[in-house]
């Protein structure tokens, strides 16, 4: 077997780079040759995988956070090579939500090249969303709104680790204000102020069970919205996202969809996967089983 391993150094506040030699050594203990790309920069990971000859690989392996893996799979998708190959993740980054829907944690690389060595593929969704005249792909979430604002202050606190998300929502919740937002439920409209979106293809969104009942494969994406809160109510119910029970609060809203429009009276910027990518409105949709991963 032999694998295009796409690494990013600068994960996790750097620390990710000091885990290669380790990571050598586990891919060389599981007999898988390894063609190591390192990133340099920002969308460098898209243009690796979108240059790359799929007929030379067995697989495409994102090591580092969930905004290297949107990287990675953005430049798959832009890949010309007739032949598909699996994708895999090795979860050396700040946030792994991706990871957690194989029940890898931040630092299991053993397991996690154990998982791609087995050879064991599952067919996935994945989420599209256009913005302008763009068009991007994501494997975990899109969100506006208040958890765009915490992706953002977040990324200042990323040396923490994980617990940076949550130091972004305090650190947010003294902005806390909502927006008129109108959005389009597979042709159905509905009208609402927001506080924040997120739509789901994976159950978490960094170390939060943002969508429980969320399937991967499904063919359907799963929308959470929080309407009108107070800032005391949501430090309150704030510990409800780590069990995925906040879906029962009242000022939350759940729906399941293929298709979604979304459009609002300022523009709002996105975050796919921890990423900031674009301003709404934004056209959202799911490519039902539509992408090969290394799976459990």
Request: with cysteine.
């Amino acid at each position: 077997m032999k694998v295009l391993l796409v690494f990013n150094p600068h994960a996790a506040h750097r620390r990710a780079g000091k885990l290669l030699p380790e990571i050598r050594k586990i891919f060389q203990k599981y007999e898988i040759q390894v063609d190591l790309r390192r990133t340099e920069y920002p969308g460098h990971a898209v243009k690796i995988v979108e240059q790359a000859v799929f007929n030379n690989y067995d697989g495409v392996i994102a090591a580092g956070g969930d905004g290297t893996l949107f990287e990675v799979v953005n430049g798959y998708y832009r890949n010309p090579s007739e032949r598909r190959i699996p994708i895999g993740v090795l979860p050396t980054g700040t946030g792994n939500a991706f990871a957690k829907d194989l029940a890898l944690e931040t630092g299991q690389l053993e397991q996690a090249v154990e998982i791609i060595q087995g050879n064991h593929l599952r067919m996935v969704d994945v989420g599209r969303f256009r913005v302008g005249g763009d068009q991007f792909y994501y494997l975990n979430i899109l969100g506006l709104g208040f958890v765009a604002d915490v992706t953002a202050a977040s990324g200042k606190l990323k040396v923490f680790g994980n617990i940076a998300y949550t130091y972004g929502v305090f650190v947010q919740t003294l902005f806390l204000k909502s927006y008129p937002l109108v959005i389009e439920i597979d042709g159905k409209r509905l009208e609402r102020e927001n506080i924040f979106t997120e739509i789901s293809n994976t159950r978490y969104t960094s170390n939060f069970l943002m969508a429980p009942n969320a399937e991967i494969d499904d063919g359907k994406l799963d929308l959470t919205l929080l309407g009108p809160v107070t800032r005391r109510r949501l430090l309150k119910c704030f510990p409800m996202i780590f069990t995925g029970e906040h879906i029962h609060l009242p000022e939350v809203e759940t729906f399941q969809a293929k298709h979604i429009r979304i459009s609002t009276s300022v523009p709002k910027v996105l975050t796919p996967d921890g990423e900031l990518v674009g301003t709404t409105p934004v056209v959202v949709e799911c490519l039902h089983r539509d992408l090969e991963v290394f799976w459990q």
